[in-house]
């Protein structure tokens, strides 16, 4: 498995500006002499394979750890780095989302499966953007962070790290596709959203059948706990560039104004606009919003999608508001996410004409 630590909450310490992510610690201080981590019979592990950084350079790993057997299960080894710069998770832009997933592709023969260490207010957005960038995916893409610090006590960072390596390494049991592994469940990663500032239950699928997570040695079908088939990989697509002010996200309110819809729709180079409307996908629909959106979308091509403000449910539905929009040529969301809509609406924004 190949462990990448990008930052946020899981490896802060205290500073005199607050918490701050922190180099060389989490991997150093605490994976490295927990048992449960770092199996001491086995701890010396050499050499350190090679990996790819965010930067593209071809480097040795920060670690490489073996977790303890359990029930005589082969143990799983994984290989972790951290990035240059750690990165507070509200600081997360498309930059970040294009250079992890180059991250992932040019490390992609070496490993049977990738966790990623992230900042929790970002997570989904990450997650989103990855299921769409890494495309095909034969081997489990894993994210997770942690509400506390892991120098914090309590703390769900120990859990959440080693949940998340489990399901990426549960072999034929995995989950093929971009996931995030939090407090004992596994959610699809553009299906998901954070639904809590600081209880552990932070994430949930509000449309899809949350997958309660257990060790897989636990689970009776998953046999085959060696890795994955190489027959089974498939090559990438060319990896398209995200640009995050290709689109905007606007979320509706009660008396919102023509004026205020113009003026984000007026914003240099933009290209598409997520709306979080009300319901079942309802805003004020008077004659000049609608003449607003529609100069947009007709005479400047912009990509208007229209997704709820409400965490289940879809949009587009049989009422009068939500017809207007449809007719003006906003695009139903269903029922996606604002991260998965605004991050796939980049992914379209970024394939060649």
Same mark, same amino acid.
Request: with cysteine.
């Given at each position: 498995?190949? %462990?990448? &630590?990008?930052?946020?909450?899981?490896?802060?310490?205290? $500073?005199?500006?607050?918490?701050?992510?922190?180099?060389?610690?989490? &991997?150093?201080?605490?994976?490295?002499?927990?048992?449960?981590?770092?199996?001491?019979?086995?701890?010396?592990? $050499?050499?350190?394979?090679?990996?790819?950084?965010?930067?593209?350079?071809?480097?040795?790993?920060?670690?490489?750890?073996?977790?303890?057997?359990?029930?005589?299960?082969?143990?799983?080894?994984?290989?972790?780095?951290?990035?240059?710069?750690?990165?507070? $998770?509200?600081?997360?832009?498309?930059?970040?989302?294009?250079?992890?997933?180059?991250?992932?592709?040019?490390?992609?023969?070496?490993?049977?499966?990738?966790?990623? #260490?992230?900042?929790?207010?970002? %997570?989904?957005?990450?997650?989103?953007?990855? =299921?769409? %960038?890494?495309?095909?995916?034969?081997?489990?893409?894993?994210?997770?962070?942690?509400?506390?610090?892991?120098?914090?006590?309590?703390?769900?960072?120990?859990?959440?790290?080693?949940?998340? *390596?489990? !399901?990426?390494?549960?072999? =034929?049991?995995? +989950? %093929?596709?971009? /996931?995030?592994?939090?407090? +004992?469940?596994?959610?699809?990663? @553009?299906?998901?959203?954070?639904?809590?500032?600081?209880?552990?239950?932070?994430? !949930? /699928?509000? @449309?899809?059948?949350?997958?309660?997570?257990?060790?897989?040695?636990?689970?009776?079908?998953? /046999? @085959?706990?060696?890795?994955?088939?190489?027959?089974?990989?498939?090559?990438?697509?060319?990896?398209? *560039?995200?640009?995050?002010?290709?689109?905007?996200?606007?979320?509706?309110?009660?008396?919102?104004? $023509?004026?205020?819809? /113009?003026?984000?729709?007026?914003?240099?180079?933009?290209?598409?606009?997520?709306?979080?409307?009300?319901?079942?996908?309802?805003?004020?629909?008077?004659?000049?919003?609608?003449?607003? #959106?529609?100069?947009?979308?007709?005479?400047? @091509?912009?990509?208007?999608?229209?997704?709820? +403000?409400? &965490?289940?449910?879809?949009?587009?539905?049989?009422?009068?508001?939500?017809?207007? &929009?449809?007719?003006?040529?906003?695009?139903?969301?269903?029922?996606?996410?604002?991260?998965?809509?605004?991050?796939?609406?980049?992914?379209?924004?970024?394939?060649?004409?």
């Amino acid at each position: 498995i190949c %462990l990448i &630590l990008t930052g946020g909450t899981i490896c802060t310490q205290p $500073s005199p500006y607050g918490w701050v992510p922190t180099k060389n610690q989490l &991997l150093s201080r605490c994976l490295a002499v927990n048992s449960r981590f770092n199996d001491p019979i086995v701890r010396a592990v $050499s050499p350190i394979p090679t990996v790819v950084d965010e930067r593209g350079v071809l480097r040795p790993g920060d670690a490489t750890f073996v977790l303890p057997s359990e029930r005589g299960e082969p143990r799983i080894r994984y290989t972790a780095f951290e990035f240059h710069e750690l990165l507070e $998770s509200s600081a997360v832009d498309s930059s970040h989302w294009n250079a992890l997933a180059s991250c992932v592709i040019a490390n992609y023969p070496s490993f049977t499966g990738f966790v990623v #260490l992230h900042g929790t207010d970002t %997570l989904a957005y990450t997650a989103s953007a990855l =299921s769409f %960038l890494l495309h095909p995916l034969s081997k489990p893409v894993v994210l997770t962070g942690s509400q506390l610090s892991i120098f914090a006590e309590p703390t769900d960072a120990w859990d959440n790290i080693l949940g998340a *390596l489990h !399901a990426a390494s549960a072999g =034929s049991g995995a +989950q %093929l596709e971009v /996931s995030i592994y939090f407090h +004992q469940a596994l959610h699809r990663g @553009n299906r998901s959203t954070k639904i809590h500032a600081s209880e552990f239950a932070a994430f !949930a /699928s509000p @449309n899809t059948n949350e997958q309660e997570v257990r060790p897989h040695w636990l689970c009776p079908d998953s /046999s @085959n706990t060696s890795g994955h088939q190489r027959s089974s990989i498939k090559p990438f697509k060319s990896l398209v *560039l995200l640009h995050s002010p290709d689109a905007a996200v606007l979320r509706i309110y009660p008396g919102i104004s $023509s004026q205020v819809i /113009s003026a984000i729709l007026s914003f240099r180079n933009l290209k598409g606009l997520v709306l979080e409307t009300f319901g079942a996908g309802h805003m004020p629909a008077s004659p000049l919003i609608l003449s607003v #959106l529609r100069s947009a979308i007709k005479e400047r @091509n912009l990509i208007v999608v229209n997704v709820s +403000q409400c &965490l289940t449910g879809t949009v587009m539905g049989h009422y009068a508001p939500a017809k207007a &929009l449809e007719e003006v040529g906003v695009l139903s969301g269903f029922d996606m996410t604002t991260e998965s809509a605004y991050t796939k609406l980049l992914w379209v924004l970024a394939q060649p004409d």
